[in-house]
């Protein structure tokens, strides 16, 4: 049996226990055709970049799988009837990923670049240059009181 990794997007509207029961229709679907379901994580209603079928929001879950191709190709052929999903996608993978996804890990304040460019060593300094020479064949604005 292949091992897959599995993602869907369901509508808004929708409670957090109609999105588990979803997933174990679909775990059903899996197992009645002879999958496994390994691990599985809610990760929540987030936010989506644009519009899928005028939702702003949508509930993500994701599952890791090992069934037969057929299997999968059952459980998507259902999402695509089912009004409550709005995308999935299905990947074939090597290995299952051990742990939390990247999506539930909680990354720390510390693991991110700074701001102030802090990561790149210590800054120059350049002292007093004095002030900017005029730009040559360009330009020159006239001081504020002057214009007109």
Do not use: C
């Not at 679907?29 to 209603?45: D, M």
């Not at 909680?106 to 300094?125: A, E, I, N, S, V």
């Amino acid at each position: 049996m292949a091992l897959y990794e599995h993602v869907f997007l369901a509508r808004q509207d929708m409670s957090a226990q109609q999105v588990d029961a979803l997933v174990e229709q679909y775990k059903g679907v899996l197992e009645a055709h002879g999958g496994k379901v390994g691990r599985v994580e809610n990760l929540g209603l987030k936010s989506l970049t644009y519009r899928i079928k005028k939702n702003r929001k949508a509930h993500y879950a994701l599952m890791d799988i090992d069934a037969p191709a057929a299997a999968v190709h059952e459980m998507e052929r259902q999402m695509r009837i089912n009004e409550d999903v709005l995308r999935y996608m299905t990947i074939a993978v090597e290995a299952h990923e051990e742990g939390p996804s990247a999506m539930m890990q909680k990354r720390d304040r510390d693991d991110r670049p700074r701001r102030d460019g802090d990561d790149r060593g210590p800054r120059r300094d350049f002292g007093d240059r004095g002030p900017r020479a005029p730009r040559e064949g360009g330009f020159e604005r006239r001081p504020r009181e002057d214009r007109a």
